[in-house]
């Protein structure tokens, strides 16, 4: 196990890719720290899924837009694990809704950009003074922070492509303490995400045009995050690594 004894915080951890990345860590050995907000029946799932095979996982309700709440994740595993904070994965955003600028209200841009970036400068910000030499932190940005995401999704993909641009300064600042930061990319991954905002037809024809003709899913993506924060990838840092499919490149 890459992971042994090694302490993970993953936001929005709960339900889909987050969920994945949590199991996949603590198959790896790591104790995880699941944030979950929207879905609890969700999380207990997660939860009861990692304790079955004789992982060890916990949970913790955090709406990550709020700077107390992110201070409780980040307190809950210094004090359930030790003082020392491993890996940091950043799963939890989102696209909210679709609007286009002309619908879009000021408090709906703010939000979605909250939600996106400022809560990963929170939780940084926050899991920093645990993290040892050696630490890793994954950032989920997205395909739509490279080519302006679909329609009515302009807030989504701006806030994407900010946290990429975060992700490279991190790696520079965070460099000097032996602390890695990189960043992975998802296309169209079979999640509830895009059961909510993409409509059947569009994900077909996006399948289609991916060289690999298939979405993604969200367990290959949780592979990518072990290897990102394991020592495997012990020179790698600064990158937004892009998993989807073949259908765009970097």
């Known amino acids: 196990m890459?992971?042994?004894?090694?302490?993970?915080?993953?936001?929005?951890?709960?339900?889909d890719i987050g969920r994945e990345v949590s199991i996949k860590l603590?198959?790896?050995?790591?104790?995880?720290?699941?944030?979950?907000?929207?879905?609890e029946e969700k999380a207990k799932e997660t939860l009861d899924l990692i304790q079955a095979f004789g992982g060890e996982a916990t949970l913790v309700y955090a709406d990550v837009t709020k700077p107390e709440d992110i201070e409780k994740i980040v307190q809950t595993a210094a004090d359930k694990y030790g003082n020392e904070i491993n890996i940091l994965v950043n799963v939890a955003g989102g696209l909210v809704a679709?609007?286009?600028?002309?619908?879009?209200?000021?408090?709906?841009?703010?939000?979605?950009?909250?939600?996106?970036?400022?809560?990963?400068?929170?939780?940084?910000?926050?899991?920093?003074?645990?993290?040892?030499?050696?630490?890793?932190?994954?950032?989920?940005?997205?395909l739509a922070g490279r080519d302006g995401g679909g329609p009515g999704a302009?807030?989504?993909?701006?806030?994407?492509?900010?946290?990429?641009?975060?992700?490279?300064?991190?790696?520079?600042e965070l460099g000097p303490k032996g602390i890695r930061v990189n960043g992975v990319a998802p296309g169209m991954i079979a999640t509830t995400f895009h059961d909510t905002f993409t409509k059947p037809e569009a994900r077909q024809n996006t399948a289609n045009a991916t060289p690999l003709r298939r979405e993604g899913q969200a367990s290959e993506v949780a592979d990518l995050v072990a290897y990102l924060v394991s020592e495997e990838s012990s020179?790698?840092?600064?990158?937004?690594?892009?998993?989807?499919?073949?259908?765009?490149?970097?």
Request: charged share 20%; aromatic share 12%; proline share 2%.
């Open 2 to 15: 890459k992971l042994k004894n090694k302490v993970a915080i993953v936001t929005g951890g709960g339900r």
């Open 154 to 172: 302009s807030a989504y993909a701006t806030s994407k492509g900010a946290l990429m641009t975060y992700t490279r300064s991190l790696a520079k």
């Open 26 to 39: 603590a198959k790896e050995g790591a104790k995880v720290v699941i944030n979950y907000f929207g879905n």
């Open 235 to 250: 020179f790698v840092s600064g990158t937004n690594v892009d998993i989807n499919g073949g259908l765009s490149f970097s």
């Open 98 to 142: 679709r609007k286009t600028t002309e619908e879009m209200e000021e408090e709906f841009w703010d939000y979605v950009l909250n939600l996106n970036l400022k809560s990963v400068f929170l939780a940084v910000k926050n899991t920093l003074p645990y993290m040892p030499h050696g630490g890793a932190i994954v950032n989920f940005t997205s």
